[in-house]
């Protein structure tokens, strides 16, 4: 599986953004997607994940009511959009992927595939 992320950029406090994660190489409908972000000189965190077909998902405390994940099976395509943006929202934004939903999401070891990542910044 090979995952790619785009739509990362520089925006100020409040403005919105929507990320993009394209994979290949195996069915996409078989597939839960995560988003992770890694802060300059802090440790890759969970942001949120979305299941097979788009019925379960789940999200990090601190995006919940900002951010929303979705998918679209037919393109083989994940979104972030990212809402109301704060500085601490600045990280690299990475989406990974396994063959299995659980209730560990959140824990980096559940991914099986990872794409490179996307900048986001946002100025105060």
């Known amino acids: 599986v090979q995952l790619q992320a785009s739509g990362g950029g520089l925006v100020q406090t409040g403005d919105s953004l929507r990320l993009s994660c394209a994979a290949s190489g195996r069915a996409f409908s078989d597939l839960v997607v995560g988003w992770f972000r890694q802060a300059l000189g802090k440790e890759r965190e969970f942001v949120a994940a979305?299941?097979?077909?788009?019925?379960?998902?789940s999200y990090t405390d601190s995006v919940k009511g900002r951010f929303t994940i979705s998918r679209d099976n037919a393109k083989k395509m994940v979104y972030l959009q990212m809402n109301s943006l704060k500085p601490e929202d600045t990280a690299v934004y990475y989406c990974?992927?396994?063959?299995?939903?659980?209730?560990?999401?959140?824990?980096?070891?559940?991914?099986?595939?990872w794409g490179q990542g996307t900048q986001v910044t946002v100025s105060s």
């Open positions: 990974g992927a396994t063959l299995n939903y659980s209730n560990r999401l959140y824990r980096l070891e559940e991914y099986d595939y």
């Open positions: 979305i299941g097979w077909s788009g019925g379960m998902t």
